[in-house]
């Protein structure tokens, strides 16, 4: 089973746009992750989020988690066709051994 | 290189065949772990490891999937009397330390058809 779920499970949008995608989860978390996946490729990891933190940046990406809501948002701001992927949420909650659980993801296309 | 790299990337066997699937990890990454991942669904958790020591493998499907890293550093995920269902792609990935609050490194997996 799988403790993440996105929202939207597809986006689609025009070059330049900024793409908004949120992470839903069920039990109290210890961090939360976001991965990118390309086609046929592995996942990377773009940032992690600890339970005490609000916000966090890195580049283009903006990560916000609200523990009250068990709920994560990822926006890609400026986006551009190389930021076409599939997006994963992934929580570490004590409640399933401190191991990761990921999402379904959410499927971006970024149209030049 | 320095990533997390797997072999084969494709591998077609026939129903009831066994697999084994390699993994080798960035050196000197204490945690591995493999992941089966779906079409078009995330990653589902299969086994960790600490270095040798496997310390969950509560995600194996069933006792036809086993998993080694005896030496610490390379790892085998092998899937007996393969089925149908074991049709996915096997994730490997790693990380430098010994819990999961550090970022994971994945390779591009084994995409795997069972025939």
């Known amino acids: 089973s799988q403790q993440g779920e996105e929202d939207p499970q597809a986006l689609s949008i025009q070059e330049g746009e900024n793409a908004t995608m949120n992470c839903s989860y069920k039990?109290?978390?210890?961090?939360l992750q976001w991965y990118r996946q390309n086609s046929g490729r592995g996942l990377v990891h773009l940032i992690l989020i600890r339970s005490n933190e609000r916000e966090k940046h890195s580049g283009r990406l903006r990560v916000t988690l609200d523990t009250s809501k068990k709920s994560s948002s990822l926006l890609i701001t400026a986006s551009r066709a190389a930021d076409t992927a599939s997006y994963f949420c992934a929580t570490d909650a004590r409640a399933a051994g401190n191991k990761l659980t990921f999402g379904g993801g959410t499927r971006v296309l970024v149209k030049p | 290189g320095a990533g997390v790299s797997q072999s084969p990337r494709y591998k077609v066997a026939k129903r009831g065949q066994d697999v084994a699937l390699r993994c080798d990890p960035i050196?000197?990454?204490?945690?591995l772990f493999w992941y089966q991942q779906a079409l078009g669904q995330g990653p589902e958790f299969l086994t960790y490891?600490?270095?040798?020591?496997?310390?969950?493998k509560s995600g194996l499907p069933s006792d036809r999937f086993f998993a080694e890293r005896p030496e610490g550093s390379v790892s085998t995920l092998k899937i007996q009397r393969t089925q149908q269902e074991d049709s996915a792609v096997y994730l490997c990935?790693?990380?430098?330390?010994?819990?999961?609050?550090?970022?994971?490194?994945f390779g591009d997996g084994t995409r795997l058809s069972i025939l």
């Open positions: 050196s000197g990454h204490v945690s």
């Open positions: 039990t109290s978390i210890n961090n």
């Open positions: 490891f600490q270095n040798e020591a496997q310390l969950d």
């Open positions: 990935a790693s990380s430098r330390g010994p819990i999961s609050n550090q970022p994971q490194h």
